[in-house]
C-alpha cells in the first residue's frame, strides 16, 4: 500500500509562482515514476509533468518553460515549481506515483490564479 500526501496549493495572482510538494510513503520500491496532473473543472484529468527515478522529465507544452519539475529520491518526494502562473492553470493538482503499472493518486490540492 502506498499513501501519498500533497502540499502547497493555494491562491495566487497572474504571474506569480507557487511550489506543490507531495510525498509518497508505504511499500515503495526503487523504480516509479513521480509526476503531477491536474483537472479544471468540466475537464478532464491531464498530465502536467513527470519524472523518473533516473531523473528523465516530461512536461506538457502549455507548462513548458514556466514549470519545474525536480524529485528527491531519498525522500520519496517530488516538486513542482511553478512560476509565470496563469488563469488558465487553475484547477486541481494531483500527485501520481506510477509503480509495477499500477497507479496511486494523491486526495488533491487546488490552484487558483486569479486576481
Known amino acids: 500500500q502506498v499513501r501519498i500526501v500533497e502540499s502547497g496549493g493555494g491562491l495566487v495572482q497572474p504571474g506569480g509562482s507557487l511550489r506543490l510538494s507531495c510525498t509518497a510513503s508505504g511499500n515503495m520500491f526503487s523504480n516509479y515514476v513521480m509526476g503531477w496532473y491536474r483537472q479544471a473543472p468540466g475537464k478532464q484529468r491531464d498530465l502536467v509533468a513527470s519524472?523518473?527515478?533516473?531523473?528523465?522529465?516530461t512536461y506538457a507544452d502549455s507548462v513548458k518553460g514556466r514549470f519545474t519539475i525536480s524529485r528527491d529520491n531519498a525522500k520519496n518526494t517530488v516538486y513542482l515549481q511553478m512560476n509565470s502562473l496563469q488563469s488558465e492553470d487553475t484547477a486541481v493538482y494531483y500527485c501520481n506515483v506510477k509503480m509495477f503499472s499500477r497507479n496511486y493518486w494523491g486526495q488533491g490540492t487546488q490552484v487558483t490564479v486569479s486576481s
Open positions: 519524472t523518473t527515478s533516473g531523473g528523465s522529465t
